[in-house]
C-alpha cells in the first residue's frame, strides 16, 4: 500500500547550522501534511503542517516545503540547537483516510537529529 | 484536562498476565488514536474511536487486544496473556476531528513483558 517514508534514517549536525530533514511520500492524494518532534521519553510534539495547496511555511526556526510535483516533504530547521535533538517524523492525511482507515494520519518511520555541540 | 494523559506510565508485567492501559483524552477531543511503538521504532497504528461511530480495529495485532472507550472520553487498551513482543510504548493521541488538524499524543506508556 502506499506510505510515507524518510530518506536518512540518521542525521547528525554541528550546533549553529541548519538541519534538513527529507520525508518521501507516495499518495498523491495526500493534501496535508505534519511533521511532529519525538523526544526520549516523550510522545510526538506537533512541529508545524502544511496543506497542498501551499508549497512553503514558515515557523519559528523552522520551514516546512512540500514539492508535490515528486512527492517531497522536507522540514528544515535553523541554527540547530542541542534541544532539537530527537526523532523527526512526518505525516501525511489524504481525503481517502477521512472517516477511518488507518486513523486518518500515516507516519513516517522516522529521522533521528543529533545536534554536536 | 490541559493535554492528554495515560496511566501508568510505566508497567511491568509477568507473561500471560492480561494488562490495561488508560487514556484520557483532551476534553471535547471527539476523536482518539491508540499507536504502538517499538523501541527506535516508528508508530504503529492500533485503533481509532471517532465519536459514537463503531471503532477502526484494523490495526489492532492480535485477538488479544481490544480497546474500548467510555462515554465518548477515556479509552482503555487491554492486552490479555501478555506475550514478550507486546513490550513497547503505547501511545493515545486525540484531535477535535479526524478530518483536519494534527493529534495531540500523550507521553505513552511503557509495557515491558518478562
Known amino acids: 500500500g502506499e506510505s510515507v517514508g524518510l530518506h536518512l534514517p540518521t542525521l547528525s549536525v554541528q550546533e549553529g547550522d541548519n538541519s534538513i530533514i527529507n520525508c518521501a511520500y507516495s499518495?498523491?492524494?495526500?493534501?496535508?501534511f505534519i511533521w511532529y518532534k519525538q523526544e526520549s521519553g516523550k510522545g510526538p510534539q506537533f512541529i508545524i503542517d502544511?496543506?497542498?495547496?501551499?508549497d512553503k511555511r514558515q515557523g519559528q526556526r523552522v520551514t516546512v516545503l512540500l514539492n508535490k510535483t515528486v512527492k517531497h516533504l522536507s522540514l528544515q530547521i535553523a541554527a540547530t540547537q542541542p534541544g532539537d535533538s530527537a526523532v523527526y517524523f512526518c505525516?501525511?492525511?489524504?481525503?481517502?483516510?477521512?472517516?477511518?482507515?488507518?486513523?486518518?494520519?500515516?507516519f513516517g518511520k522516522g529521522t533521528k537529529l543529533s545536534v554536536k555541540p | 484536562g490541559a493535554g492528554v494523559s495515560q496511566s501508568p506510565s510505566n508497567k511491568v508485567t509477568e507473561k500471560g498476565k492480561d494488562v490495561e492501559l488508560r487514556c484520557d483524552p483532551i476534553?471535547?477531543?471527539?476523536?482518539l488514536y491508540w499507536y504502538r511503538q517499538s523501541l527506535g521504532q516508528g508508530l504503529e497504528f492500533l485503533i481509532y474511536?471517532?465519536?459514537?461511530?463503531?471503532?477502526?480495529k484494523s490495526g489492532l495485532p492480535s485477538d488479544r487486544f481490544s480497546a474500548e472507550r467510555t462515554g465518548g472520553s477515556v479509552s482503555t487498551l487491554t492486552i490479555q496473556r501478555t506475550q514478550q513482543e507486546d513490550s513497547a510504548v503505547y501511545l493515545c493521541?486525540?484531535?477535535?476531528?479526524?478530518?483536519?488538524?494534527?493529534?495531540?499524543f500523550g507521553s505513552g506508556t511503557r509495557l515491558t513483558v518478562v
Open positions: 474511536f471517532q465519536g459514537n461511530s463503531a471503532p477502526d
Open positions: 505525516a501525511e492525511k489524504s481525503p481517502l483516510n477521512y472517516g477511518g482507515s488507518q486513523g486518518n494520519l500515516i
Open positions: 476534553s471535547g477531543h471527539t476523536a
Open positions: 499518495n498523491s492524494a495526500s493534501d496535508y
Open positions: 493521541a486525540s484531535s477535535l476531528a479526524a478530518a483536519l488538524g494534527g493529534y495531540t
Open positions: 502544511i496543506r497542498s495547496n501551499m
